[in-house]
């Protein structure tokens, strides 16, 4: 497979994946993206993946909690705005 071939199966994967909420294609494409960025951008990049699971885990975390409080307050202010 070819570089183009490879983006454009990327790509594709993505397009179906996010909106479906695919966790297992979306994860997938993750984990071959960070082989290669491991490889090219080295150990910054290392840190910054340590940084962005520990946002995203504390993101799914809350809001189950923070959702449908923010849910109701952007409720009441699209009210407000008639």
């Known amino acids: 497979m070819d570089t183009r071939q490879a983006a454009q199966r990327w790509a594709d994967v993505w397009e179906r994946g996010w909106p479906a909420h695919d966790e297992a294609a979306i994860g ?3 984990a ?3 082989g290669l960025a491991l490889v ?3 150990e910054h990049y290392a840190t910054d993946l340590v940084g962005g699971a520990i946002l ?3 993101v799914r975390v809350t809001v189950p909690r923070v959702g449908p409080r923010a849910m109701r307050v952007a409720a009441r202010l699209e009210a407000l705005r008639g």
């Open 32 to 34: 071959s993206t960070l």
């Open 40 to 42: 090219y951008l080295g």
């Open 28 to 30: 997938a494409l993750y």
């Open 56 to 58: 995203a885990e504390t």
